[in-house]
């Protein structure tokens, strides 16, 4: 099983930007999905989770402005970034828990996307 994430890159003060992670291989079913991630310096924290009937969760930092959601046919989901601040700053990585051909539950990692808040 293998995450990719997408869609990370420089914006400014107060713009967006879309996050992507697709899972790919043995999936027989995902549980929870979400986002994660790492500043500089820092630990990596939780952003957002979603499960699959679509119950998310955020981080206080990021709630009112972060919408997390996932499209079950096709193994996906989404983070909706919008009034980006400095401080989101970080290396953002998904998260899946994966019930495939080990015949158990896993969780799995994206490669992590760097996203930089920046004028």
């Known amino acids: 099983v293998q995450l990719q994430a997408s869609g990370g890159g420089l914006v400014q003060p107060g713009g967006s930007l879309r996050l992507s992670c697709a899972a790919s291989g043995s999936i027989f079913s995902i549980s929870g999905m979400g986002w994660y991630r790492q500043a500089p310096g820092k630990q990596r924290e939780l952003v957002a989770v979603?499960?699959?009937?679509?119950?998310?969760n955020y981080a206080d930092s990021v709630k009112g402005r972060f919408t997390v959601s996932r499209d079950n046919a096709n193994n996906t989901v989404f983070l909706q970034m919008n009034s980006l601040k400095s401080e989101d700053t970080a290396v953002y990585y998904c998260n899946a828990n994966v019930y495939g051909a080990t015949l158990t539950w896993l969780e799995y990692w994206g490669q992590g996307t760097l996203v930089t808040v920046s004028s």
């Open positions: 979603i499960t699959r009937r679509g119950s998310a």
